[in-house]
């Protein structure tokens, strides 16, 4: 009897425990809805067809938008993926197709720690070796200091996609004598590109709202974009820049940018994981 | 034979790349150290010890960011661990199958969301939220610990942690569920068997099984937390303090970077403030590696345990 209503309380306990456990996820998705709320209320009562299509006006002048922003960030995320893209992906086909195990591994290793790096100290380093040299904040230096936390995670997607290509294929193709590099980008790497595109599809979609690196190597400009070797604007900048602003219009501009930064990066995702779901069925 | 040569000059390509690649994060190590070598030089170990950042004097000290970013991000994982392991429990003992997909996949976009976003919700939604009413009851209530005195300004410690918090947890989550659900079946059935509760069979057989990929996924958080920046800048205030109090401003040494790299002027400034980078970099990177050897561990136990 005494033994029953032992085990009693300890379904009871147990039962209490993952009751928790339902509050604790329901907690989590509670917060992404209010962020999500938050920004889409407060930023579509600022957005408008003039905030997309206008230049940024000077303190004390209402109105402006934020054109040169949005078309920066398109240009910086084009530069990253265009220096990334061959390097990413050239590594993730030596990782699954022609490295050794230990070469594999440290590899593996050091691309796993690279994405690791605090996106902060890329920028510090673009400063570094571009900003400095070249006496001036640049869109090409804001682009490869992107590209440096492009690459990693471009490689490992790509390198596990590759993976996924069975062997077969591979030895089918090589039975009719193909060479191993026809092989690579004429058999597997359209076999996997699902996956690859994957990949850089989600990579875009991080750069596209990384701050950190550019504070100091795109730096934002007041005059658009203007070439490749001089200060650019960027949509995560002007967020940062306008959030910690004193002005009302600014702070509220700085949401309706949040709007669209959450739109592109949050369409990316989505889009790119319907679309991989329904590749796998 | 030219099918040959074509082999060579292809792997030869695909080799050099991921050698660009490894290149790239010891180039990291090794312009960051040159580039802060004047502040070095000068201060020596004192560099981490001293209190001081007193750019017309020039005379640089790292403790108040390095105090910032340990206690913010032991603030954080505080808060997003018991989470975490909850939701990651959640998802992948309890729930009903139709919820599985969904409720991961909500997770995950959390974690995709830009951190500048983060901050801004941050900085106009819940940092009033934290002035009052959580930090005025805390300071009413439990006023006695030094952790809870002082005006509660809002941005601070606390509000920093509390957004590096919701930063990680998508993180820490991830990792948790996938190592619960390399837990063999059979593990489950032997508890149950012996008449354990589900939640014993958690806390006793599950979780155990896996405690090494579960420390690990909370130090890959604590990598990301030490290193966040602009969410962190945006809402702890920026003061060079430190002090106990949770409600004080500070900074950590993410936000310091973030804050001052553009005006800094002189070597020695700029200089320091790429060292206090190096001593970021550092933390991460001893953080980063102790997480992916834990990780990788259990990942090889469960494919030569089946």
């Not at chain 1, 009871?12 to 907690?27: H, W, Y």
């Not at chain 1, 050091?110 to 510090?124: E, H, K, M, N, T």
């Not at chain 2, 991000?73 to 199958?97: C, N, R, T, Y």
């Amino acid at each position: 009897m005494k033994a029953q209503s032992g085990y009693f309380r300890r379904q009871q306990f147990s039962r209490m425990m993952l009751v928790l456990c339902g509050v604790a996820t329901a907690m989590v998705i509670l917060v992404l809805i209010l962020i999500l709320g938050y920004t889409l209320v407060n930023g579509i009562s600022y957005l408008s067809l003039d905030f997309i299509t206008q230049q940024s006006k000077p303190v004390g002048e209402a109105g402006g938008g934020m054109r040169d922003d949005i078309y920066g960030t398109f240009i910086l995320v084009g530069l990253a993926s265009l220096i990334a893209l061959p390097v990413g992906l050239m590594a993730g086909i030596f990782l699954a197709e022609f490295a050794g195990p230990k070469m594999a591994s440290a590899i593996r290793f050091a691309a796993d720690i690279l994405a690791g790096v605090p996106s902060i100290i890329v920028g510090v380093f673009a400063y570094a070796i571009l900003v400095r040299p070249m006496h001036t904040y640049s869109a090409l230096s804001a682009g490869v200091a992107l590209a440096i936390i492009m690459i990693p995670v471009v490689a490992r997607t790509a390198e596990e996609s590759l993976r996924l290509v069975p062997n077969s294929q591979r030895e089918a193709a090589l039975a009719l004598g193909i060479s191993r590099w026809r092989i690579t980008l004429g058999v597997i790497v359209p076999g996997a590109v699902t996956g690859i595109v994957t990949g850089i599809m989600l990579a875009v979609a991080r750069i596209a709202g990384e701050t950190a690196p550019l504070i100091f190597t795109a730096l934002g400009s007041a005059f658009g974009v203007q070439g490749l070797t001089q200060p650019i604007g960027a949509l995560p900048l002007q967020i940062y820049r306008y959030a910690l602003s004193p002005y009302s219009d600014w702070q509220q501009q700085a949401w309706a940018a949040a709007f669209l930064l959450v739109i592109l990066v949050l369409g990316i995702n989505i889009v790119v994981r319907l679309v991989s779901r329904r590749k796998k069925k | 034979m030219p099918a040959r040569v074509g082999d060579k000059i292809f792997s030869r390509l695909t080799l050099f790349f991921s050698v660009l690649m490894v290149a790239i994060l010891i180039a990291l190590l090794v312009v960051l150290g040159i580039d802060a070598w004047p502040a070095i030089q000068k201060f020596g170990l004192s560099f981490i010890t001293s209190i001081e950042w007193d750019p017309v004097n020039e005379v640089f000290g790292a403790l108040p960011a390095i105090y910032g970013t340990l206690l913010t991000s032991l603030i954080g994982l505080l808060i997003a661990v018991p989470i975490s392991l909850g939701s990651a429990v959640f998802l992948s003992e309890l729930a009903p199958d139709w919820m599985r997909r969904p409720c991961s996949f909500v997770i995950e976009m959390l974690a995709a969301i830009p951190s500048v976003i983060i901050g801004l919700w941050g900085l106009y939604v819940m940092v009033p939220f934290i002035r009052s009413p959580i930090e005025t009851w805390l300071g009413s209530n439990l006023g006695f610990l030094p952790l809870f005195q002082g005006p509660p300004f809002g941005v601070g410690f606390l509000s920093a942690g509390i957004i590096l918090a919701i930063m990680v947890i998508p993180i820490i989550t991830a990792v948790s569920r996938e190592v619960i659900a390399a837990v063999p079946l059979t593990q489950r059935e032997a508890m149950l068997a012996l008449g354990a509760t589900r939640w014993e069979m958690i806390t006793r057989s599950v979780l155990p099984y896996c405690r090494s990929g579960l420390v690990g996924g909370v130090i890959l958080g604590l990598g990301r937390a030490l290193g966040e920046t602009m969410a962190v800048t945006m809402v702890i205030g920026n003061s060079y303090a430190l002090s106990p109090s949770l409600f004080s401003p500070g900074a950590t040494i993410a936000s310091k970077v973030a804050s001052e790299f553009n005006e800094a002027s002189g070597d020695l400034y700029i200089g320091s403030l790429i060292e206090l980078a190096l001593v970021l970099f550092a933390i991460t990177l001893l953080v980063n590696i102790i997480a992916r050897l834990l990780v990788w561990r259990t990942v090889s136990v469960r494919g030569t345990g089946e």
